[in-house]
């Protein structure tokens, strides 16, 4: 693909200036348009060191009112330990109406070599659910040849303006130029789709390379407004399924007859409440993160349980998040990007009381959302987890299940105890009497999104010690394997070997020895 570009592409300054007035003119038109259309744009531009990026991307900017657009450049996108690769992007992710423009993005990882076939997945995966949930993405990739990006380097270096301008990474990226090209071209390869394809730019000449990525944008915005209006699919309630693992879910076979006696559940309490301390100082010494995420029947014990865990935490170890209906700026979204912005750094316990998973519920139950849109839901929510879970974030998913007579009894009781009657809202009442709906929903949920990497935990919570004590062990389970994968490249230490001394303990045997 990069070996056959034309790289002696060119305009004469007069024609790329009468091309560049025009172009500005009818972006900045069509920024209005896609205002009043409610749209979000995302452009990506990459390319070479010294290719011209940050030159092209002012043209744009100058085309755009200000008070409608946001520019971003990462300096160094992927140098914390602990934080999934592609979060700092999907926070960016302008709302409505507004451009988000990329000088520097998730891709400047990827086509320098620094990226698998897994993080290359999960970056098309990323666009696709931009794409779906209504967002434009424009992406385009300024091409030079070796011996241009090597004149404009010394150029820049030798200027006292432009020395800034000189990253280490251009110059190590000159030296190894084929061997990026090779990286570049499977990126582009890897990441080509229908909904968000690149345009490949010559970049030899400024003023063409300015002229072609601004009618590349042109063009991309013009189509997505002249496209065709999908009408969108609503539904009253979920649909009925007839597959027979569906209605055979974990949900209807569940036993509630255990209990534990009130000695032995302290006990147990307090030994995982302990264990659970020190792994969250381990979580934060080591930046591991973690996402808790907590759904169930309403009065099924998603308080008491997570109270539990974070009782015995220090505070700073951990977040809750709880969810309820989208605000609307949250509605001027991709529906993922309210969960987005809240995933942790690296070192940081998350817990979600309810989450994401309102899509497949609350939302597809009550017919908040279309059709399409909650069936999409399944794979877009086992995507994100995915990718969670291979960038080093621990998942623990838990679903507490009560049987319809032990709800109704806590409904009363919460009704007649003025401590506690604003637990219970009409809307209880109210999801009770579409109980076979809701169950029904949760079954098809837990199905389709358990997963080797993010498993669902089914609780039964008729005896809330029983619950608590299953929970806390499966965090502890959770957070002690994942801390125990981190470990274990430090032990490949050979048993002969003594442990290195530490400098204070030999400048103390130093002492005495003097």
């Keep these: 693909m990069l ?16 091309a560049i007035r025009e172009l500005s003119r009818s972006i900045g038109e069509m920024q209005r348009r896609l205002k009043d259309h409610r749209t979000a744009v995302v452009v990506v531009l990459e390319g070479w060191g010294a290719s011209g990026r940050g030159g092209i991307a002012n043209r744009l900017l100058l085309a755009l009112d200000p008070r409608g657009y946001s520019f971003h450049y990462p300096e160094t996108p992927d140098t914390l330990p602990g934080r999934p690769s592609l979060l700092p992007f999907q926070r960016l992710i302008p709302p409505t109406g507004r451009i988000a ?13 620094d990226a698998d076939e897994v993080f290359l997945r999960d970056v098309a995966a990323f666009e696709r659910q931009l794409a779906d949930a209504g967002v434009l993405v424009i992406k385009a990739f300024l091409h030079i040849s070796r011996e241009e990006q090597t004149k404009r380097l010394k150029k820049r270096a030798k200027d006292p303006k432009l020395s800034w301008n000189v990253e280490p990474g251009d110059l190590e990226e000159n030296d190894r130029y084929d061997e990026r090209l090779a990286a570049a071209e499977a990126m582009l390869r890897a990441t080509e ?9 010559p970049a030899t000449d400024e003023d063409y390379a300015a002229v072609a990525f601004l009618t590349c944008v042109r063009d991309a915005v013009h189509a997505w407004l002249e496209r065709p209006e999908v009408p969108a699919v609503t539904t009253p309630g979920p649909s009925r399924t007839t597959d027979a693992v569906l209605r055979s879910s974990t949900i209807t076979s569940l036993d509630y007859s255990g209990d534990m006696d009130g000695d032995t559940y302290c006990e147990r309490l307090s030994e995982l409440q302990e264990r659970i301390h ?43 998040i709880p969810i309820g209906a989208p605000t609307e700026w949250e509605r ?15 070192g940081k316990l998350v817990i979600f009381d309810r989450s994401w998973y309102g899509r497949v519920l609350v939302e597809r139950v009550e017919g908040f959302c279309g059709e399409r849109d909650w069936k999409r839901a399944y794979r877009e929510i086992n995507e994100m987890e995915g990718h969670l879970a291979s960038t080093g974030v621990v998942i623990a998913k838990f679903w507490l299940q009560i049987d319809p007579d032990e709800q109704l009894r806590r409904f009363e009781s919460r009704r007649d105890d003025p401590a506690r009657s604003w637990k219970l809202t009409e809307e209880d009442w109210r999801n009770r009497e579409k109980w076979g709906l809701y169950q029904e929903a949760a079954s098809e ?13 089914v609780v039964a919570t008729n005896s809330k010690r029983l619950a608590r004590v299953k929970v806390l062990s499966t965090i502890v389970d959770a957070v002690s394997s994942a801390l125990g994968v981190r470990r274990a490249p430090l032990q490949t230490q050979k048993a002969g070997d003594a442990p290195r001394k530490r400098k204070t303990d030999r400048e103390k045997e130093k002492r005495k020895r003097a």
């Design 445 to 457: 949920m837990i199905v389709r999104t358990s997963t080797a990497q993010a498993p669902w935990t």
């Design 193 to 201: 789709s229908e909904n968000a394809p690149w345009t490949v730019i």
């Design 101 to 113: 423009v990329f000088g520097r993005s998730f891709y400047d990882r990827a086509w320098r070599g």
């Design 278 to 320: 020190e792994l969250g100082i381990e979580m934060m010494q080591s930046r591991l993160p973690g996402v808790v995420v907590f759904e169930g029947v309403d009065a099924a014990g998603k308080g008491g349980a997570i109270r539990r865990v974070t009782e015995s935490l220090y505070p700073r170890c951990y977040d809750v």
């Design 3 to 18: 070996e056959t570009v034309d790289l002696t592409r060119n305009l004469k300054k007069k024609q790329a200036q009468e």
């Design 332 to 346: 001027f979204h991709p529906y993922l990007w309210r969960f987005w912005k809240e995933f942790p750094e690296g």
